[in-house]
């Protein structure tokens, strides 16, 4: 006798197992994602999706595939570029002591101002239209930041005075006189340079 709950059983996992992405096509995605990030941190100016194809080595008909316009493409960048930034922030305090996280974290910074550069006039389009939301991310990054100060303050390792503010101001101006990749060396210096400065003196009070 045929047991209906077995068949049953079986109806839903073939149901989820069709919702469910194949792991080859989430690694291919990821691949077109990495690419596409590499492409638009370099580019003068904004990349077209053949030049992304290209690069990433695959058809266009493949990109798109995986990414049905230009716009789907460029959120999925922009969320990836966030996501590193705010779970970068807690992995890198796993390894590091917080003031070496906190320079890491500048550059994984300086990697998403650089993305953020080569896709800007999509980007602008769509937060313009509210498919992104620029307040939202501010407060996500701010919150990364935040996150590598309260320990560096209990380490004793950052300055006690210093805002998440203070310091994505200063970033953003960093970037902003020294864009990568262009100008990668000028901005490690004046990275390093930031860093000394987050560093408490001897007379800085005990946190």
Do not use: C
């Not at 096509?25 to 077109?32: K, P, S």
């Not at 570029?81 to 890491?104: D, F, K, M």
């Not at 006189?177 to 000028?186: E, F, I, S």
Request: hydrophobic letters at 45%; zero cysteines; aromatic letters at 4%.
């Amino acid at each position: 006798m045929r047991d209906p709950n077995t068949n049953g059983a079986r109806s839903v996992s073939a149901r989820a197992a069709a919702r469910a992405p194949r792991a080859d096509a989430v690694r291919n995605r990821d691949q077109l994602l990495a690419v596409a990030a590499r492409v638009f941190m370099s580019a003068d100016a904004e990349p077209s999706m053949r030049a992304i194809a290209r690069a990433a080595g695959v058809g266009i008909a493949t990109l798109y595939r995986h990414f049905p316009t230009r716009e789907s493409l460029v959120d999925s960048v922009y969320q990836d570029q966030v996501g590193r930034l705010t779970t970068g922030a807690r992995e890198l305090l796993a390894q590091l002591p917080p003031a070496a996280a906190l320079r890491r974290w500048m550059d994984l910074f300086g990697d998403w101002i650089a993305a953020k550069n080569g896709m800007l006039d999509t980007l602008l389009a769509m937060i313009e239209s509210g498919e992104i939301t620029h307040a939202r991310t501010r407060t996500e990054l701010l919150a990364a930041i935040g996150t590598i100060l309260d320990a560096g303050r209990a380490a004793g390792d950052l300055r006690s005075d210093v805002t998440a503010e203070d310091i994505a101001a200063a970033l953003i101006g960093t970037f902003t006189v020294a864009p990568r990749p262009a100008r990668a060396d000028t901005a490690a210096r004046l990275l390093d340079l930031l860093l000394d400065g987050l560093r408490p003196s001897r007379a800085d009070p005990a946190p």
